[in-house]
Structure formats: C-alpha cells, structure tokens
C-alpha cells in the first residue's frame, strides 16, 4: 500500500498567508459591501506596474522567439549567462565582492530556492530560525522531517528558536549552543529591521568556528538607505566559506507574479559527508538543479536582465521610493496612535506592538472589522511575533493614504 509523507501531518496549521485569505473570504461573504472598500496591507505582494525596461525586453525576448534564428528551447537549467554575468557584476563585483557568474543559480523564487536548499544538506543539522520570522524556513523543515511534533505555542521539537525582541532590535543574539544551519533574514521580514556589520561579523565568526552554514534571505537589499547597513553576507570577510545567499527580483524589480530570483552558492563552501571528509556544496547544488528543473524561461530572463540596465536601475529606485514613501505614511500615522512601531524604514514593513493584551488575531480581526483592512498577525511568524502585527507597505499612493486615515481613526 502507497504511503504518504507523515511529516506534512506535524504541520500545526495551514500555512500563514492561505489562512488569512480564507477569514477575508468568510469576512467578505458575511459583509458583501466591505469587499469592494478592503485595503489589503497584508501580503507583501507589490501592485506597481512592471518597469518599462522590463517590458520592452520582455516584448523583444517575444518577437526573437517568433522567429527561426531566434528561438530558444531548452535553456541552461542554472540561467544564461547574459543574466548570471550581470548579477555577479552589478549585485557583487562592482560592490567590491568576489562572485563568479557561474556561483550564481537563476530560479523562480526565493522562497523555493530556501526550501528546495534542504535538498543537499543533510537531516540531522542542527537548525537555528530567527523568531519571528518568515514561517517558509520553518515549515520546509517540517516537511523535510528535520523536526519532531509541535507543541502547542506552534514551536516545532528540534529547531533552536533565536528569539528577537524589541530589547534586541530584533537581532538576535549569537546562541550560547551550537547551530549547524542557520537562517537569517535582513532586511528581516517581518519585522523590517536591519543587522549592523559588526553583527554580521559576529554571525560569520561563529559559524566558521563551528563549521555552521548560514543561510541569508536578502530579498529585502534594495530597501536598505542606511549606508552603514551591508546588502550581501558576502561584504563580510569570511562570509563565502560559511553562507549561501538568496536573492529575489520579486520586491525590487515587481516580480512577484513574472518570478525570477537566485541564490549564490559560493565554491568554497563546504560541509561534512558521512565519513567525516568535507565536501564543496557547490557541484550538489549544480547537480539538483540540472536534475529537478528545467530552468527559468528565456524571456522572463530577459525581462530581469533589464533591471541592470540604466533605464532598469533609474525604475527600480523609483519603485523602491514609493513602497518607501508608503512606509513612512503608514508608519507615522501608527505612531501617531500612540503604538510602538518598528521597521519602516530599510525594510517596506511596519512591524507594530498592538494593545496591551489583545493577540495578534484579535488585532487582525478588529482591523479587518473596524477599518476594513487587511493585515498580518504577528503569531503568524512565530510565538515572538505574538502581540505584534505587520502592515506592508506594498500598495498605492492612494490606498496607503487611505489606510493611514483609517488606522488613525480607529480607538486605539
């Protein structure tokens, strides 16, 4: 008889965003008027518009493939190298890093390339999440069969939870117990806050003394106006022979629904076999992709290569300016109601402390009901997160001024 994968059975709940989406749903049925007047502050998906250097070599990418010369089958599953040169030469090089295109692996997300990474290290690590955090890193671990059952705050047995808190800046600190596999994400989602260099030092230090892996989630870089604040792990000395960095065109360059990311898996970097020996991660990364997809299509490459463009770069400062004008306005009219708020400002989240005593549920519901607005409970990302809410800023001018106004009208 067929089995199944038991370990999808210890996932406490249904995943975060799908949950909010079905009491939306049940709000919008019970209050049909509402639906039309919703403002959704809760996914962080952006509503801009695709740059136009992105459309028109999109277009182009169509037009060559309409013809004989210029069609294109079966790509290189890792990305072509127009688009892996350009990455390594305008994310790393020109920054002062040493990245080589071939370290760099063209995917369809992020968030698939932080589950999909499971794939090559082994299932007995020690795992580190930061908490509250982005739950994919949790969840894949579970799915994985890295962890033992929930209990029930939601926390999973065999994952070291790094707490982050207001007293912290939400950085956590360095654990005083060893951690094979350690995720960080900064700028973090969910609560926008950013790690100094020296932190970051602190991190590399500790998983080369340990022969410990970190896993960096820099889908946020682009939002960092801070210029003390690093973008990459690898501005850190050290960094390529203990980290793998992911990477998303989704929040800068409006991809969310076109999907094109990447993840740098340096050659240096190594981990233990079975028989003590180490071995270089890099060709078992290269040989996962080769064997489990087929590669991101040609003219959605071309569309991400045109982000490095001139014209490219000039709309993805426009686009990062205004989701950033949306936090300040959100951000202030929250404090004006005399809430702590956090984030906001290198991060296009608005990380909030709600009132004493009401959950993160609670908040999400009475926002919902009072202000017809949708955002994110905080226990969604972990029990750290309980208490807290999250508002995106991922919307238009017009909306953000909106749920501003409704926010500071509400009785706080």
């Known amino acids: 008889m067929a089995t199944l994968n038991s370990n999808y059975l210890k996932l406490k709940a249904g995943y975060l965003f799908p949950e909010i989406a079905r009491r939306v749903k049940a709000f919008t049925e019970a209050n049909p008027e509402a639906a039309s007047n919703m403002i959704r502050c809760g996914i962080g998906d952006v509503t801009e518009p695709l740059p136009l250097a992105v459309r028109e070599a999109m277009h182009a990418a169509i037009d060559e493939m309409g013809t004989r010369e210029g069609f294109h089958g079966y790509g290189p599953e890792q990305g072509y190298e127009f688009l892996r040169t350009a990455i390594a030469q305008n994310d790393y090089r020109d920054r002062g890093m040493e990245v080589a295109d071939d370290e760099i692996f063209v995917s369809d997300g992020s968030k698939c390339d932080g589950g999909n990474i499971l794939d090559i290290l082994g299932s007995d690590n020690r795992v580190a999440v930061m908490d509250p955090v982005y739950p994919v890193y949790v969840d894949t671990n579970v799915m994985a069969g890295h962890t033992g059952d929930a209990s029930e705050d939601g926390s999973y047995e065999g994952i070291h939870y790094l707490e982050c808190t207001a007293e912290n800046g939400f950085v956590p600190a360095i654990p005083e117990k060893k951690a094979d596999i350690i995720y ?65 065109f989704s929040k800068n360059g409006g991809f969310t629904g076109t999907r094109c990311a990447f993840t740098v898996v340096p050659k240096e970097l190594t981990a233990l076999c079975k028989g003590g020996e180490r071995r270089p991660l890099h060709p078992l990364w290269h040989r996962r992709f080769t064997t489990k997809f087929n590669g991101v299509s040609y003219v959605t490459q071309r569309g991400a290569a045109a982000l490095y463009s001139g014209k490219g770069k000039a709309e993805v400062a426009a686009l990062v300016e205004h989701y950033m004008g949306n936090a300040k306005i959100l951000r202030e009219a929250v404090a004006s109601c005399g809430l702590k708020v956090h984030g906001g400002v290198n991060a296009p989240y608005i990380w909030v402390k709600g009132p004493e005593g009401a959950t993160s549920w609670q908040i999400f519901d009475r926002m919902l009901s009072e202000a017809n607005i949708v955002v994110t409970p905080g226990s969604g990302f972990g029990r750290a997160g309980e208490g807290y809410f999250r508002i995106s800023a991922f919307n238009s001018r017009e909306k953000a001024i909106e749920a501003a106004d409704r926010i500071k009208a509400m009785k706080w």
Do not use: M
């Open 184 to 248: 960080l994400c900064f700028p973090n989602n969910p609560t926008g806050a950013v790690a100094s260099r020296a932190q970051l030092e602190a991190w590399v230090a500790y998983a080369r003394r340990h022969g410990s892996i970190l896993l960096f989630d820099a889908a946020y870089e682009a939002y960092i106006s801070d210029s003390s604040v690093p973008h990459s792990i690898y501005e850190i000395p050290g960094a390529r022979e203990c980290a793998i960095e992911f990477r998303s």
